[in-house]
Structure formats: C-alpha cells, structure tokens
C-alpha cells in the first residue's frame, strides 16, 4: 500500500519503520537536516528494550501537495499542531486519513476536514503508545510491542477503511486494538497523562525523585477528571477504566509508582513533557474548558496544575 506518514518525531519515525516492515510503499514527511539525514543515512532506529538497530530506506517529502494520492495517510504531530495542517489535508486528494496521538478535540479536527475538502474524506484517531528520543542522525525508540488505538471519533470504521488499515499491518508484528468512540478515549487519555506532566514539570524533568504523595494526588486528579469527563457526557474508555481508579486503585498506583521510577517513565514521560511544553499547555487549556463548563470542584488536580504552572511561569516556559 502507498502509505504518508506525516511527522518524522518519535512516534511517526517508529510507525513508518512497522509500516516499513509490512512491505509497504512508505513516505515520510520531514523537513531541514532531519530529512537530509534520512535521504543520505536512512531512517536509523535505535531500539533501546530490544537492544538491537534498524534502518530503513523510505522516500521523503517536505510538504504535502494537493494531488499527491496515498491509500493512508498517518498525521503523527503535536496536538497544537494539528489545527495549522488541516488546510493542506482538506487540499489533499487522499480519502482516509489517521489523526494519530493526543487530541483535546477530535469532533472539530475531524468536522474541519471534511468541510474543507472538495473530495470525500474519511478521518479515523489513533493513539501509539511509543517513546524515545530524537539525536542528531538516528531515533532512541523506547516501546515493548508495538501497537495502536485506532477507530472512528464515535462510531466503528466503514469496511473498506477499517480493511485498509488491516492490509497495512498485516504482514508486521504490530498490534491493532480497534475502539469505536476514540473522542472519549482521547479525553480520558488526558485526564490520565495531564496529572502526571504536572508532576514531571514540578520536578523539572525528573520524575525518579517524585514521592508518593504526589502520585497518590496524581490519582485522585485522574478520578476528578473522569467526574468532569462523564458530566458532560463523555465515556470513560476504555472500558473498566474508570473501575482501576476506584476500585482497584491500590494496584493501579502501584503501577503508576513504577512506570515513574523506571527508564520507562523517563522515555515515555519525562522525554515527551520536556520537549512538548506547547502541546501540554494546549491540552491543559482544553481541558480547563470542560472543568469550566462542567463546575465541578477539582482540589488535587488544581494544586498539582497550580504547582506545575508556576515552575514553567519562573523558568520561563509559560
């Protein structure tokens, strides 16, 4: 399949490589001395749990043209970066496209695309748990097995887009859950990381020396969010969800206490919060939004959000 994946960070980087592995035509769009770097070295991957170094040789563009046709296309950008692409999607000829990672307001992406466009558009979300960081010639992917949320804003897929995304994959080891209201599972996927970046912003970064305190406070924000979450109308996803933080919290935080202590949290976590201040202020502010309409008193995601922005606001970062 003739497969763009637009966005050579982390997790666009790591998605081209799988989708590499499927046999598939595959471009990617990058731009400046990363893109020189892929066109002369490859796309290098160091993959830090597996111990072991890829490359792959993928074809590479630095914008998207009106006519140019691909069976898929992968949007792999920071959430405050969605909303300036939109234009050059709607241009495009391409019928499905995949808005893959956070989004604070997956309704809107999606409504603008179809309503921008003079061709008939199919827009699905997905989410790629991967993380790593980028140096100067290659990629440090840090992922188990790799996998992705995928689905429709509030409803299942149509066949024949739903039957492209399995083509695409079917010959790589990646895992695809599908998921039928990605809006909520986007929105609940906020309410668990946004607590967390607090957190990591308070400690400048350094989530290893992060206590127990405010993990349990991370906690009980998480349960605050699913409250605002679910009166305005939202599900929880996926389900049982909201139960780990409830009912079974104690093993929840345990896990919680874990991912933060280990290079996992620093590779998924600390990495992204470090070099996505803008995307996690975006996020913060959408979601400020749904508290606002939602009334609903949030005490312990307050005194983390609080904490958090005065850090950013004394260095600078706000």
Excluded at 292 to 307: F, H, N, Q
Aim: some cysteine.
């Amino acid at each position: 399949m003739k497969i763009l994946v637009f966005g050579a960070g982390i997790i666009g980087c790591e998605l081209a490589h799988e989708l590499c592995r499927g046999k598939n035509d595959v471009t990617i769009l990058a731009r400046g001395s990363w893109k020189e770097s892929i066109d002369k070295n490859g796309l290098i991957i160091r993959h830090y749990g597996q111990l072991s170094t890829t490359i792959d040789h993928v074809k590479t563009i630095d914008k998207l043209q009106p006519n140019d046709k691909f069976d898929l296309i992968f949007v792999v950008v920071q959430y405050n970066q969605v909303l300036e692409i939109i234009p050059q999607l709607s241009e495009n000829i391409s019928r499905h496209i995949i808005l893959v990672g956070n989004n604070m307001n997956p309704s809107y992406c999606q409504a603008q695309i179809v309503n921008q466009s003079f061709t008939e558009k199919e827009v699905a979300f997905g989410f790629q748990g991967t993380g790593g960081r980028r140096e100067k010639d290659k990629i440090i992917s840090m992922h188990f097995k790799v996998s992705m949320i995928i689905g429709g804003l509030t409803e299942n897929l149509s066949l024949g887009f739903h039957n492209n995304i399995m083509m695409a994959f079917e010959k790589t080891g990646y895992r695809l859950t599908f998921e039928q209201n990605m809006e909520g599972w986007l929105l609940s996927h906020a309410a668990h990381i946004l607590p967390t970046a607090y957190i990591c912003y308070i400690l400048d970064c350094n989530l290893k020396i992060a206590n127990k305190e405010q993990i349990s406070l991370a906690m009980d924000a998480i349960v605050e969010a699913h409250k605002v979450l679910k009166k305005l109308g939202y599900p929880i996803r996926p389900d049982g969800e909201e139960e780990s933080y409830t009912k079974n919290r104690k093993n929840k935080q345990k896990a919680l206490y874990l991912l933060i202590k280990t290079p996992a949290g620093k590779f998924v976590i600390s990495n992204h919060c470090a070099n996505a201040v803008d995307e996690m202020k975006a996020l913060d502010e959408k979601f400020q939004e749904l508290n606002e309409k939602a009334c609903i008193p949030m005490p312990a995601w307050s005194k983390l959000r609080e904490e958090a922005m005065n850090v950013l606001k004394r260095s600078g970062r706000q």
